[in-house]
T-cell receptor, first 115, second 107 residues
């Protein structure tokens, strides 16, 4: 199984600032995904991070607000830009297992609080 | 968008089987049924998946109806550590999480 490390694990930020979340995987993976989980809610897919090309965003999410980088097959970043209290959430990185099962592995998440 | 319907919450006595239902009446022929769970403050954990046959692994069993419009996840001997939110996901590619079932295992 893939080991996924996210940084920071939690942070408290001021309104209007930006924060970049890092996701490091211990093996090369093809597919990396970013999810958001708002307080008391389920997970919502933000985007698929593609290596060597722009991320593919889900409806309701835009690159200007959530820019994503994927410089190689083991690393990705998600930036939450111009934050507001509504961005307070857990942000989770996920990767495809690489097995032909479609199984995903998830990081432990980055808990973001915007004041 | 999520294509599944699950009860919001369930209780189960410790040591008994927990049967978690999921309706997915609009499932397509090439879509799989996946189950994940999320224990409080942790990332989701894969449990099991299937296409049309029943499946069993060390964690659980998955029963899929013949018409594939519903399925049941079975935890054969629930323990307190199985208390979590359980998500049923139907997908051919991306994973879209629904609201899940919050399972509480009672001592």
């Amino acid at each position: 199984s893939a080991v996924i490390s996210q940084k920071p694990s939690r942070d408290i930020c001021q309104r209007g600032t930006s924060l970049t979340i890092q996701c490091q995987v211990d093996s090369q993976v093809t597919m990396m995904f970013w999810y958001r989980q708002q307080p008391g809610q389920s997970l919502t897919l933000i985007a698929t991070a593609n290596q060597g090309s722009e991320a593919t965003y889900e409806s309701g999410f835009v690159i200007d607000k959530f820019p994503i980088s994927r410089p190689n097959l083991t690393f990705s970043t998600l930036t939450v830009s111009n934050m507001s209290p509504e961005d307070s959430s857990i942000y989770l990185c996920s990767v495809d297992s690489g097995r032909n099962t479609g199984e995903l592995f998830f990081g432990e998440g980055s808990r973001l609080t915007v004041l | 968008d999520a294509k599944t319907t699950q009860p919001p919450s369930m209780d189960c006595a410790e040591g008994r089987a927990a049967n978690l239902p999921c309706n997915h009446s609009t499932i397509s022929g090439n879509e799989y049924v996946y189950w994940y769970r999320q224990i409080h403050s942790q990332g989701p954990q894969y449990i099991i998946h299937g296409l049309k046959n029943n499946e069993t692994n060390e964690m659980a069993s998955l029963i899929i109806t013949e018409d594939r419009k519903s399925s049941t996840l079975i935890l054969p001997h629930a323990t307190l550590r199985d208390t979590a939110v359980y998500y049923c996901i139907v997908t051919g590619n991306q994973f879209y999480f629904g609201t899940g079932t919050s399972l509480t295992v009672i001592p």
